[in-house]
């Protein structure tokens, strides 16, 4: 066996290629150095256009050597699905492009073996909501607020077309915001408007005038008005009215610029008379407004929408103990008021009890089968006293303690005594105690009860029968766990590992959680009793790693080995023209798999065609029938070995 550089003249060397040729010697030719190891270079090919902003399913090319092993990770949580996420070869590579929330451009990376490609995706579409396009302001000025909705990243701005609208807040904003601004004063007799101009979007300012100056009375005509100033609930109201008082000769008119304010009848008059106007609803702000009645000026004002009062009738309910199958109470409140009703006792049902305005709340007060007791329903914020008379009968139950193991099952029974005719019911005021018999009864009976299984501390629960409690004590589980296998070693391509099984008690639950990224739990996140764990490890692509996972509070290690490297030994040899055999050592990590395949038709693989971890390739090859070297190849590993054999 030779490992020098063997000389040969120029003519010798193209005749030797041409034979090789005519031979089909195989793709690869040894020069005067030697050829280079096969190196598993990874080329991607990815999208040329953004995927758009509603997300889609888009494809890598992958293209590398048949015998090469990849593995394909994301680094951006939006790109989910990679199928396959391993392979050897060239393939393609499939995968889920969520939706983009934002207004701004987003991209991440598909990494194959360290080379990278890059998704885009386009900017969610920026669109934008505002809380009003419409701001209607006193003559005395405020202050308002715009609320703006938006895609998160999109940018927006405001600005005001009026002096006298001045912006103090929200200008400029990026997704959800608002825009705040102060209205100065109105010094002019007539109403004005103005535009907010807020992401694209215009909203109109509208300001009332003040109010005018009456001009003097004249001297001979004295006009009063009754009353002198009024004003209203943000309910409004479709009628009210102005008492004129002027003598017979006097003139007079009516008028108003206030918009929520309208006369409904005359508005104009000789001597006494009568003004009527309405109020629409206030849906806003506390708001001021004015009629203007001959030389009389008359302030009007009107609550905001929140100034809702309430008032009940009657505001203590007294029920016999028999109960009541329908007890009403008035409400009295504005129109535009909206109101509720509820009670703090589980005795007391509600069958109608909402509204706008006034209305009637009904009561169901169920029958008392014991002492007096009180109640209380809330109406609008206003407190109704329910009073309830107590049952002419009596009741006793026995025991009132009891004791329940903690696996649960049939426990009591409770017996109760009471007088003929006389009806109980028995309820539990906790989940996990359930009454298997004896809900209801009359007279003297008995409440059969289950207790469900504890699966932890020591608990108590209670019963209420005939209006007495029974308590249950049930004692705590103490639930002991083993797992296996507690060691699981993976190879670097990752994939399922060995499902972790759970023992434990029936009832016992358990949880199973790791801190490692790398390791995904696929089921068994939580269970109870007897179960198991499955989880998936990502590929590799470092040095060996080790995590711990922690399932029913036992640690089970991980370890995963890193991603294979592969050598050969020799990696070239020369034999004489006679027939004979070779071997090539192989030398990579446990767990690593490679294959042997012959690229010339002379040189035959005996043994050693697959293998895992350290091992050896056996080949054999005939005599060299030809007057020239032949050279021919083996791919062992994905690495080359070339033989050459003399003439």
Same mark, same amino acid.
């Given at each position: ?19 090789? !040729? ?25 999208? #040329? ?10 494809? *890598? ?17 939006? *790109? ?10 060239? $393939? ?55 609320? !703006? ?26 997704? @959800? ?57 943000? $309910? ?12 017979? /000769? ?44 001959? &030389? ?41 008021? $909206?109101?509720?009703?509820?009670? &703090? ?20 007060? $169920? ?8 109640? /209380? ?71 059969? *009860? ?8 020591? +608990? ?59 390791? /995904? ?12 764990? #499955? ?10 790693? #080790? ?17 294979? #490297? ?5 990696? @070239?040899?020369?034999? @004489? ?27 035959? *693989?005996?043994?050693?065609? /697959?293998?895992?971890? &350290? ?13 020239? @070297? +032949? ?7 994905? +690495? ?8």
């Amino acid at each position: 066996m030779h490992n020098g550089v063997i000389r040969k003249p120029l003519a010798y060397l193209v005749l030797s290629a041409l034979a090789c !040729v005519i031979a089909a010697c195989g793709s690869t030719v040894a020069t005067e150095t030697g050829p280079s190891p096969a190196k598993c270079g990874v080329s991607l090919a990815v999208p #040329t256009s953004p995927v758009g902003s509603g997300g889609d399913a888009t494809t *890598i090319g992958v293209t590398t050597q048949p015998e090469c092993a990849w593995s394909a990770s994301s680094d951006a949580a939006w *790109i989910t699905g990679l199928t396959p996420s391993a392979g050897q070869g060239s $393939a393609q590579l499939q995968m889920q492009v969520a939706a983009n929330p934002s207004g701004t451009a987003r991209q991440g990376d598909i990494i194959v073996n360290g080379e990278r490609g890059r998704i885009r995706q386009d900017a969610a579409p920026c669109t934008f909501e505002l809380s009003a396009t419409e701001q209607s302001v006193p003559a005395t000025g405020g202050t308002g607020r715009i609320t !703006v909705t938006a895609v998160a990243g999109c940018p927006w701005s405001a600005q005001s077309d009026a002096a006298w609208v001045v912006l103090t807040g929200g200008t400029t904003g990026t997704g @959800n915001g608002s825009v705040t601004f102060t209205i100065a004063s109105n010094p002019g007799t007539t109403t004005r408007a103005a535009s907010i101009a807020v992401a694209g979007q215009t909203v109109k300012v509208t300001q009332q005038a003040a109010a005018p100056i009456p001009p003097p009375a004249a001297a001979d005509c004295g006009v009063a008005v009754t009353p002198k100033d009024v004003s209203f609930l943000a $309910a409004g109201t479709s009628s009210s009215s102005i008492t004129v008082t002027a003598a017979s /000769t006097c003139e007079w008119s009516a008028s108003t610029e206030t918009p929520w304010l309208s006369l409904t009848g005359r508005t104009s008059g000789t001597g006494n008379g009568t003004v009527t106007f309405s109020v629409a609803v206030n849906t806003g702000a506390a708001r001021n407004g004015a009629l203007t009645i001959g &030389n009389q000026t008359v302030p009007v004002s009107q609550a905001g929408s929140t100034s809702c009062t309430f008032s009940v009738s009657p505001s203590t309910l007294n029920i016999p103990a028999v109960g009541s199958t329908g007890t009403s109470v008035s409400v009295t409140t504005a129109a535009a008021c $909206a109101w509720s009703a509820s009670t &703090n006792a589980s005795w007391i049902s509600i069958a109608s009890g909402s509204g706008n305005g006034n209305g009637t709340v009904t009561i169901v007060v $169920a029958a008392n089968n014991g002492a007096a007791r009180s109640g /209380t329903l809330t109406v609008g914020g206003q407190s109704v006293a329910v009073n309830q008379a107590a049952a002419a009968c009596s009741y006793s139950v026995t025991p009132i303690t009891l004791s329940a193991v903690a696996g649960g099952g049939a426990t009591g029974p409770v017996t109760v005594t009471a007088g003929s005719g006389c009806a109980w019911t028995a309820t539990s005021n906790v989940s996990w105690l359930s009454i298997t018999a004896g809900a209801s009864g009359s007279g003297n009976g008995s409440v059969a *009860i289950n207790a469900a299984v504890n699966t932890g501390a020591a +608990r108590t629960g209670t019963l209420t029968v005939a209006n007495q409690t029974v308590t249950v004590n049930q004692a705590a589980t103490t639930c002991s766990s083993s797992v296996t296998p507690t060691t699981v070693s993976i190879g670097a391509s990752g994939g399922t590992g060995t499902a972790i099984s759970v023992s434990t008690g029936s009832g016992c639950t358990w949880t199973a959680t790791t801190s490692a990224g790398w390791i /995904t739990i696929l089921t068994g996140a939580s269970g109870s009793g007897n179960g198991s764990v #499955t989880y998936s490890v990502q590929a590799n692509t470092g040095s060996a790693r #080790t995590a711990t996972l922690t399932v029913a509070g036992q640690n089970v290690t991980i370890s995963q080995s890193a991603p294979c #490297t592969f050598g050969i030994s020799p990696t @070239n040899d020369t034999v @004489n023209k006679e027939a004979g055999t070779g071997s090539v050592s192989v030398t990579t990590q446990s767990g690593c798999s490679w294959t042997a395949v012959s690229n010339t038709s002379w040189i035959t *693989i005996t043994s050693g065609s /697959t293998g895992t971890g &350290n091992g050896t390739v056996n080949f054999t090859f005939p005599r060299n029938p030809g007057d020239s @070297n +032949r050279t021919g190849t083996l791919t062992i590993a994905g +690495r080359t070995f070339t033989l050459t054999q003399k003439h």
